[in-house]
Structures are given as structure tokens and as C-alpha cells.
């Protein structure tokens, strides 16, 4: 695997900020359905499954949006010499730092209001109500990205395909 | 006399299909050797960007071969065309196409990034190296948003450079420049055929700009119609 080119892809990513902090924030409220789904889902077996197609759809919808976005780039990089699986790595490292950017996010958020809701002993009032709408367990946070991770596999591999199927001279028609 | 570079044999080039079928290219035959400088001229439409897409692989013909080095391009599969691409060819086009989201410097050591072997302090080395050719250095961390048309022509340029091709082909590299840039590119282009041996194609319907080739092939109707 070439590392160079998946910490680009992070650094690349990041440059698309609006797209990037959009689907951060959507991976987010994903992984805070998902974790509470699968919370609840622990008293009633098979509740997870709702909760596991959701995190597939928009694994996957997003893997394809990304080679939908880069198209013009995954087509300049053709021209310039990136073979299928180089580009693949491009995708990969954009996913994988939106999914972890996510993940972050909601892990910050959540430590963040148990440490107000703990400091002030509040037991009722708007930070409890945070607590009960984003604040999730650490057990199903933790299956909830290793979900969202393997879930994400078979979009990245529909990515993939879309981007091979991309070639060179698009990036000279767009001109 | 060397072996040609480039090498076009009864080239066809077909699109549509059925009754819409339209003719870019009809039986061209065509031998480029090590360091010319070629420009392809001809009216709008009559197949000369078709022939450099044709000729440097990016398009395949309906019929017919091209060599590049030696090498059938047309037998090449979709696997082992990105390794040819990277050893032999190099590209400038009329729009530039630099990637929006990466900077000048980054637009050009893009290119190097796959590769295993270079180093990434060498490869670095090599993007500064090229950029300081094309006089690009002081704008090397702004993005093509922030960069002049002819800023981007050269930056598109030393990326084309970046990896020694030995054949660099030009899609009206001047076409969204205003005259005088026009004339500066050229003459860096021109500078590279006479300082690197470098073969450039190069495609333009401005007839000012075939002087500075050594040849010049003449298009019409997806025929070449002169070669001298």
C-alpha cells in the first residue's frame, strides 16, 4: 500500500472543506443512531439489523458521492499516470478520515457533556436531555465504527468501479 | 536514422455508430522520431486533437496501430497503460487541468507520488527542480484559483516535466492564453525540445505558432494532407 499517497488523501480531503465537514457531520449523527440502535438493540436481539442497513446505506452512499465529486480528478490523475488502485487509495483515505473525524466528534462531545452534566450534578434540565440524545456508551460506539468500517467496504468497492470506469479523455471533455 | 518514437499505421478513428458513424481520422500513417518538434495544424474539426489523443493512447483507435517506443499502445491492456503513460508520456492541454483542491507544487509532484522507488525527499527535489524551469517557483504553494492562465499553463507544464518523459504532447496549450503568454509558452516548450531532446507533438489552429516547430504536419477531414 502506498502510505504517500493516503495521507495526501487526507490533506486532499480536507481541502474540500464544506463537502468533508457536511458528510462529518452526517457520519456523526449516524454513528449516534447506529450506537443507540445497537444500545437498545442489547435487550432485543435482531433490533440491530434497521440500525446496520442505515450505516450501509450511507457507508455506501457516500463512497459513491466521493467518486461522483472526483471525477474530474480521478480522470486528471489518469491522464497523468495513477493507475486504478492508486486512485482506489485516494477514495479510501478521503472515507476513512471523514468516517474517523466522525467518530472523534461524537467521542469528544460525549465525554464533554457527561463532564458538564458530572460538574454541575445536574440531573434534569437541556444537558440531560443532550445526554440522552447524543451521549452513547462506550461498548456500542466502539461496535458502531468497526460496523460503519466494515460496512463501508462494499461501497468503496462500487467506488472503485465507478472509478475505473472513468477514463482519461473525461477530464478533456469537461474543458 | 533512429527509430521512430511514435509510430501511427493506417489509423482509423470511428465515432458513432450505424448511420451516425463520423470519420475523425482516416487512414493515417505517421512516424515521429527522438526530438522532433512537430506541430499538427488544420481547421476546427478536422481530427488533429483526435490524432495526439489517438497517438499518445488516451483514445483508441478503431483501426490500425500506434507505437510508442516500440510499443503497440492499441494491445496494451488498461492495467499497463498507466506504467507507459508515466515512462514516455507527457501532457499539457489546452485547459490546463490542474486539480482544483491541490497546490501548484502538489500539482506536479502528484505525479510522482506512486511511485515506490523515488524517494519522497527526491521527489519533492524533482517538483522544486521542474517549477524553478518553468519560473513557477515563488508560486509554488498557491492554488490554480490564485494563479493566471499562463501561471497554470506552466505549472501544467513542469507537471508534464516532472517525471523526464521523453515525449511531450501539447493540446493547444495556448488556446485560453491571450497572444503574448501564448508566445512565452511556446518558447518554453520550444526550449525544452532544443535543451532536453524532448519529441513534442504539438496540436494548435494558430498558424503563428508553427514556427516554432521543425515540422509540420497539415490536417484536413481527418487526413493528414502535408508533412514538411
Redesign the interface.
Known amino acids: 500500500m502506498?502510505l504517500?499517497?493516503l495521507f495526501?488523501s487526507f490533506r486532499?480531503a480536507f481541502?474540500?472543506r464544506k463537502r468533508v465537514i457536511a458528510f462529518i457531520i452526517i457520519y456523526a449523527i449516524l454513528f449516534i443512531s447506529v450506537g443507540k440502535g445497537l444500545q437498545a438493540a442489547m435487550m432485543t436481539p435482531g433490533a440491530e439489523w434497521p440500525w446496520l442497513a442505515m450505516a450501509f446505506i450511507v457507508a455506501t452512499v457516500y463512497a459513491i458521492l466521493i467518486s461522483q465529486f472526483r471525477a474530474r480528478?480521478i480522470a486528471?490523475?489518469?491522464?497523468?499516470?495513477?493507475?486504478?488502485s492508486?486512485i482506489l487509495l485516494l477514495l479510501v483515505g478521503e472515507v476513512m478520515i471523514v468516517a474517523i473525524s466522525a467518530y472523534l466528534v461524537v467521542f469528544q462531545l460525549s465525554v464533554e457533556i457527561l463532564g458538564i452534566v458530572a460538574y454541575f450534578e445536574t440531573d434534569f434540565g437541556l444537558l440531560r436531555d443532550l445526554q440522552e440524545l447524543i451521549v452513547v456508551e462506550a461498548v456500542p460506539m466502539l461496535w458502531t465504527l468497526l460496523y460503519v468500517v466494515f460496512l463501508q467496504i462494499p461501497g468503496l468497492a462500487l467506488a472503485r468501479w465507478r472509478a475505473?470506469k472513468i477514463p482519461?479523455?473525461r477530464?478533456?471533455r469537461e474543458? | 536514422m533512429a527509430n521512430p518514437i511514435i509510430q501511427a499505421i493506417d489509423v482509423n478513428k470511428e465515432y458513432g455508430r450505424g448511420k451516425k458513424t463520423v470519420a475523425a481520422l482516416k487512414d493515417v500513417n505517421l512516424e515521429i522520431f527522438p526530438g522532433e518538434f512537430v506541430a499538427v495544424v488544420g481547421p476546427s474539426g478536422c481530427g488533429k486533437s483526435t490524432l495526439l489523443h489517438v497517438l499518445s493512447g488516451l483514445e483508441a483507435p478503431t483501426s490500425g496501430r500506434v507505437l510508442i517506443d516500440g510499443v503497440d499502445v492499441t494491445l496494451i491492456s488498461e492495467r499497463d497503460m498507466p506504467k507507459l503513460r508515466a515512462q514516455k508520456i507527457g501532457f499539457v492541454f489546452q485547459s490546463f487541468l490542474l486539480i482544483e483542491d491541490l497546490t501548484a507544487f502538489e500539482n506536479v509532484e502528484a505525479v510522482l507520488w506512486p511511485s515506490k522507488e523515488i524517494p519522497k525527499e527526491k521527489q519533492e527535489a524533482m517538483a522544486l527542480e521542474v517549477l524553478r524551469e518553468v519560473d513557477m517557483l515563488e508560486r509554488k504553494d498557491h492554488f490554480p484559483r490564485q494563479m493566471s492562465g499562463g501561471e497554470q499553463q506552466r505549472v501544467a507544464i513542469a507537471r508534464a516535466l516532472v517525471n523526464s518523459p521523453p515525449i511531450l504532447f501539447c493540446d493547444e496549450p495556448t488556446g485560453n492564453l491571450d497572444s503574448k503568454t501564448g508566445e512565452n509558452i511556446l518558447k518554453i516548450i520550444a526550449r525544452l525540445n532544443k535543451e532536453k531532446k524532448m519529441t513534442v507533438v504539438l496540436v494548435t489552429h494558430n498558424e503563428d505558432l508553427v514556427k516554432y516547430a521543425k515540422r509540420v504536419l497539415r490536417m484536413k477531414d481527418g487526413r493528414v494532407t502535408s508533412d514538411r
Open positions: 502506498n504517500r499517497i495526501k486532499l481541502r474540500a480528478d486528471i490523475l489518469k491522464c497523468v499516470s495513477w493507475s486504478n492508486e475505473m482519461p479523455m477530464a478533456l474543458e
